[in-house]
């Protein structure tokens, strides 16, 4: 089965999913971790690999940036291609100093202004949940495989370029560790569709310490979160 933005066959594509945003992250994974993967979509070059890891069937895709683009795909890939679930590997800016780069966070919750969930069925809440169960098996097995793992909520905005957002209001008032732009979008997906979706983060910049990871290291460098999301997805 095809939709506009997949041309993916109905088999292609596995019951659980690890969306990074960037296509050459995609592309990074299906080549450093999985074996005897396809690629097995194209379009607009968002692309998805299917492969096996632990000798488990998963798909890769991207899911392009803002949530607008992970809304697309994400609900595509639970409607129409019977994905149960979902985890993103996404990059996020920190918003305190305590965090420093590559540090991978797990989003409990996402925060948002954006109108994404209103225009659909005029959901009002600003906070969506991920989904605990599969939270509590990500933290399970960062403790079985040690890595650290921060957990907590995240901020989610439209806009990338945005120098109103009161950093202070938002970690201090709002608890939100990090900045992002897509976990609002998946998370409201996944609960409209009884789905599962949850969030892991590796720090790429820091707005407090102005720090930053090259858009190369983005692409190659969250080893951890990516290890750890396919030890999930496939467990």
Known sequence: MATPHNEAKKEDIAKKVIMPGDPLRAKYIAENYLKDYKLVNTVRCMYAYTGYYNGEKVTVMAHGMGN????????????????DEIIRVGSCGALTKSLKLKDVILALSSYSISSYAKVS????????ESNNELNNKIINTANNINIKLIS????????????????????????????????????YNAKILNKKAACLLSVSDNVVTKEELSSYDRQTSFDEMIKLALEVITS
Do not use: H, Q, R, W
């Open 68 to 83: 607008p683009s992970i809304g697309i795909y994400s609900y595509e890939l639970f409607n129409f291609y019977d994905v």
């Open 121 to 128: 069925t005029n959901y009002l809440d600003n906070t969506i």
């Open 152 to 187: 907590g909520n995240v901020y989610n905005t439209d806009v990338f370029y945005n120098d109103n957002d009161d950093i202070n209001d938002l970690y201090n008032n709002k608890k939100c560790l990090a900045i992002e732009m897509e976990s609002f979008a998946l998370f």
